[in-house]
């Protein structure tokens, strides 16, 4: 019996039998379990996705048929039946293979899938590629109920839905994205789902009343005028697919690999744009990933036999959560918001304390946004938690709908700066250089638990317009745990005016430690706890030294802000920035900041290379 070490290309699948394809399941998901347990990862989404995948491989061919995975966390099948099986342990490790699909990784990943609701769009525009070019093959968007509370979902439907092209979209549907899924999408999935029982039951029936004798077809006959009298009344919104120009099938039992198959085979068939419904277990096959299923939807190192996560420590997340708590405990007028992240963003307990107060918006940052800029129009203080990578979505509706008109929102980014594991498509190395463009905005970056505390009251009630604060994945640096926060702008430790290194938030725990090795070199530290907007006090601290060298843990930031500053400011020493200048692979935050130059090695040997000679 073939096994999936056997297994090299997906042309091995097609060559097995009903047991030895029961086996290959099995077999997927227990090697997801013990390498997710080591590696940390996306197990229940990939658990619950196993038959699909075989199914996919068994009646399409990849590469010449593209498969577009929504966001990627449900793509680790896939890699393991496209020869990635030998490596797969490597998973979300610097050097190993990706979390998500990675076209540089293999010709079998179609598409680099990061964020989600994308699949379709892209998928739109492979298969017109195809039309165009004659090529016969199909492109099959494989997209999660949650990713359908994303609005570029709707945008790809509505264009896709007018062609003829040899598209595919599967709508895998666990009832959940990251979190329990929420609003309409949900409640027209639970319709969908229940039409499809109705039918079944009208077929049972149908069976039974056609036996009877003299009375049986004209009662059948009968029923069925009334029941499609019925079906116009009752499930009149269940043809939503089909108005977006869509022939839909489904749902189909997502864990029944020969029904899959059939109507993948159907869907081919079918002379225009078709959404496939299938359903399927969130965790499938694993106890504690099906009973929890969005603890275990991104998950850390973990035991594989109990599914007890390792403890991390307490982090900059749940601190935040922790501190709006008493926030909001003394002013009825704050309110919490996020986008399907409820627990990455530790607002759990906000949630429960404050049901009517706490509003998860699904996959939708740029609503988000505006839903909160119209909550603070509406005299409320709207916290919004989101992920750096995520907040990206949202310029045009940072700009139009909260800047220029200085409504006062405040965006808790969270994962600011290296983020570990997740690789190019999560890194929060883009927040400042975009922030910084939007007028009406204030920046802070804690650089520890204090510091956070402290910004976070500032942020809602000393500052007007955008008021955002940053911070990393993870806990604080040991070195900076007694650092007292001082509410001010900034922190400055003069020690002459030779060399001055100029920093903010984790960073400031490196650039700390480096000065502290260097007793005899009288380097001063301007740590910026505020960083946007540049004040004019901290340009004239810089022009004041032979040497300016600026640390951060961004991409085009407050080096290239300073720096443009300095230079009008008619400022003629050495200056200097260390920033984060490449995409960052999946790595742990020690190897990211390293490779980056960022950690105290990093440090010394940027600032010894632009004194010398001083």
């Known amino acids: 019996m073939k096994r999936l070490e056997d297994i090299h290309s997906p042309k091995d699948v097609k060559k097995m039998n009903k047991e030895e394809l029961s086996a290959l399941c099995d077999q997927l998901r227990q090697t997801m379990i013990e390498t997710v347990s080591h590696t940390g990862g996306h197990l229940a989404s990939n658990l619950g996705t196993v038959e699909l995948t075989v199914a996919l491989h068994r009646v399409f061919t990849t590469p010449h048929d593209a498969i577009v995975w929504d966001v990627g966390h449900q793509c680790y099948a896939h890699k393991l039946l496209t020869d990635r099986y030998e490596r797969f342990g490597s998973l979300r490790q610097q050097g190993g293979i990706s979390g998500f699909p990675n076209p540089a990784e293999s010709e079998h990943d179609a598409f680099v899938a990061g964020h989600s609701s994308t699949s379709i769009s ?66 027209y999935l639970s319709n969908l789902r229940n039409q499809v029982n109705y039918l079944k039951s009208k077929e049972r029936i149908s069976r039974f009343l056609v036996k009877i004798p003299l009375i049986g077809k004209p009662l059948v006959r009968l029923m069925k005028r009334y029941t499609k009298r019925l079906k116009r009344k009752v499930f009149a919104n269940t043809t939503f697919f089909e108005n977006m120009g869509f022939r839909y099938m489904g749902p189909v039992d997502g864990h029944d690999i020969k029904a899959l198959t059939e109507a993948l085979r159907t869907a081919k068939r079918v002379r225009r744009p078709v959404v496939l419904h299938v359903d399927t277990v969130k965790g499938k096959g694993s106890s504690y990933a099906e009973q929890s299923p969005d603890t275990y939807h991104g998950i850390s190192k973990f035991d594989p036999d109990t599914g007890v996560p390792v403890s991390g420590g307490e982090s900059f997340s749940c601190r935040f959560g922790d501190a709006l708590c008493k926030l909001a405990e003394k002013d009825k007028k704050v309110v919490a918001v996020t986008a399907a992240m409820v627990g990455g963003t530790c607002l759990e307990q906000f949630a429960e304390k404050y049901p009517t107060r706490f509003f998860d918006t699904g996959i939708a940052e740029e609503h988000a946004v505006t839903f909160s800029a119209g909550m ?239």
């Open 376 to 614: 603070a129009k509406g005299g409320l203080i709207p916290v919004f938690a989101v992920y750096s990578t995520f907040l990206q979505r949202s310029y045009d509706q940072l700009i139009n709908d909260t800047s220029l008109m200085n409504n006062h929102i405040v965006l808790a980014i969270d994962r600011a700066g290296v983020v570990p594991d997740d690789g190019e498509t999560h890194q929060g190395i883009y927040d400042v250089a975009m922030l910084s463009t939007i007028p009406n905005t204030t920046l802070y970056a804690p650089s520890n638990f204090a510091e956070l505390e402290c910004h976070l009251k500032q942020a809602l009630y000393d500052t007007p317009g955008i008021a955002a604060l940053r911070y990393p994945k993870g806990g604080e640096d040991p070195i900076l745990k007694k650092h007292l926060p001082t509410g001010q702008a900034y922190d400055y430790d003069r020690q002459g005016n030779g060399v001055l290194l100029v920093t903010y938030g984790r960073t400031y725990g490196a650039v700390k430690a480096y000065v502290e090795s260097q007793p005899d070199q009288a380097l001063s530290v301007l740590k910026l706890n505020r960083v946007l907007p540049l004040t004019d006090d901290v340009v004239a601290i810089a022009k004041e030294y032979a040497c300016v060298l600026v640390m951060e843990e961004t991409r085009g930031g407050m080096g290239e802000l300073l720096g443009s500053a300095l230079l009008k400011a008619g400022y003629a020493g050495r200056y200097g920035v260390r920033s984060i200048e490449e995409t960052l692979g999946a790595c742990t935050t020690a190897q990211g900041l390293n490779r980056v130059g960022l950690d105290v090695e990093g440090i010394a040997s940027f600032v010894q290379a632009h004194t010398e000679g001083l």
């Open 122 to 187: 892209v998928a739109n525009g492979i298969a017109k590629a195809k039309a165009l070019t004659g090529d016969d093959g199909y492109a099959i968007a494989v997209i999660g109920d949650g990713a359908l509370t994303g609005g570029l979902a709707y945008e790809g439907l509505s264009n896709a839905g007018r062609s003829e092209d040899r598209l595919i979209v599967i709508l895998n549907d666990n009832k959940m994205s990251i979190s329990r899924n929420v609003g309409f999408v949900a409640r």
